[in-house]
């Protein structure tokens, strides 16, 4: 059985492995002690919990939480755990929290060349708002990022 729950302080250092076994492309240099007690920031974890009472975290999701809208800092699988609804239990997770705060508005920034990513998003009802010229900048040079945008019904 999937969860999704708050992210713990104890979660950090697994949550850091699937960060850095999850992104081809640079991922962002998160300080995920200091974004845990950030008031604006809320992070989300997948766990897989066995009936044997074990569990362990598959994924994670990162937001920063605006007046009137929320931006995806990050959503991020273990990669034999993609493509089964993990990333879609996350997002819906995120869409619960925007209704419950009233955003109607969620924002994102994905590698231009993150084809995985677009097609999840774009399957999700996001859709591409323009660039960030050389947003991601690493060892290969800078590279652009595609904006995309879902607005949300609100309750």
Known sequence: M???RNMKNI???????????????NSPDINFEKEL???FAKYIVAEDVQQSGQSSII???GIWIFKDEIHIAQIAIYPDWQRIGIGWQLLNKIYQIANSIG????YLEVHEDNEEAI?????????????????????TGNN?????EKLLLCA
Do not use: P, R
């Open 2 to 4: 999937i969860k999704i």
């Open 119 to 139: 097609k999840f998003y774009l399957k999700n009802k996001f859709n591409i708002t323009g660039k960030k010229h050389k947003y991601y900048q690493n060892i």
């Open 11 to 25: 979660d950090i250092k697994l949550v850091k492995e699937i960060e850095s076994t999850s992104f081809k492309y």
């Open 59 to 61: 994924g994670f999701a």
């Open 37 to 39: 007690n950030n008031q």
């Open 144 to 148: 652009d990022a595609v904006t995309m």
């Open 103 to 106: 955003n109607k508005k969620i």
